[in-house]
């Protein structure tokens, strides 16, 4: 069974304080690993796919990397408007091809 | 952007009623999905849809419907809601054979009393 653990659970940083959220997944065999934002009371919004150990994606001051076992966003000098929950799934090539199983979340908060 | 709409955004009902959340996206995609998220939890599938007359249930048992006659129009419709029913309802579609990005809609949350 596909499993996803991010951590922390949440985060709190000062404007301009560069930090990381991890997301430890087991799959047997990865399709992809998804990122996505969910601002409160909203739908997730998505932000990264990455298919392959070593692959790195970025978007303004988010980069998103991912090894064999874990993947970790990094958000660099980041901003009071990137306070979110941000979600990462994986998509294993074991289950149907659709189905993501996602993690609970690290929930952001910047402080001006 | 993606453009996937779900109505009503906020829904609070009585036990025993029928009710049906509504599902449209104007991107053409074939697959549509259905998720249940409480807070500070995951996302868990519910119901989910590869193209018209296609649905199949998710991971998560739910005593909803769903029913897909259009592409762009995925309703999931509870025939007796209970106050176990409580919570976002959220909606999302992918293009088939891309990278299967899914795109949500704004979610439904839905309080039963």
């Known amino acids: 069974e596909d499993q996803v653990t991010q951590s922390p659970e949440a985060l709190r940083l000062q404007e301009g304080e560069s930090s990381s959220l991890n997301c430890s997944y087991t799959?047997?065999?990865?399709?992809?690993l998804f990122w996505y934002r969910q601002d409160p009371g909203k739908g997730p919004e998505f932000l990264f796919t990455?298919?392959?150990a070593g692959e790195e994606k970025e978007k303004e001051r988010l980069k998103a990397t991912l090894t064999k076992k874990e993947s970790f966003l990094h958000i660099t000098a980041p901003k009071p408007e990137d306070s979110a929950t941000y979600l990462c799934?994986?998509?294993?090539?074991?289950?149907?091809?659709?189905?993501?199983?996602f993690g609970k979340g690290t929930l952001l908060t910047v402080n001006p | 952007e993606a453009d996937i709409y779900q109505t009503p955004r906020y829904l609070v009902i009585g036990t025993g009623k029928k009710i049906t959340l509504e599902c449209s996206q104007t991107?053409?995609?074939?697959?549509m999905y259905w998720y249940q998220q409480d807070p500070g939890m995951e996302l868990h599938l519910i119901h989910y849809?590869?193209?018209?007359?296609?649905?199949e249930k998710g991971d998560l048992s739910s005593e909803s419907t769903v029913s897909r006659i259009r592409t762009e129009h995925f309703p999931l419709t509870l025939e007796s809601a209970r106050p176990s029913h409580t919570s976002q309802y959220l909606c999302?579609?992918?293009?088939f054979g891309a990278g299967d990005e899914q795109y949500f809609g704004p979610g439904t949350r839905l309080t039963v009393t």
């Open positions: 849809s590869y193209g018209v007359n296609s649905t």
């Open positions: 799959v047997s065999g990865l399709r992809g």
């Open positions: 991107m053409g995609h074939d697959k």
């Open positions: 990455l298919y392959s």
């Open positions: 799934a994986v998509q294993g090539l074991s289950r149907s091809n659709y189905k993501l199983t």
């Open positions: 999302a579609s992918s293009e």
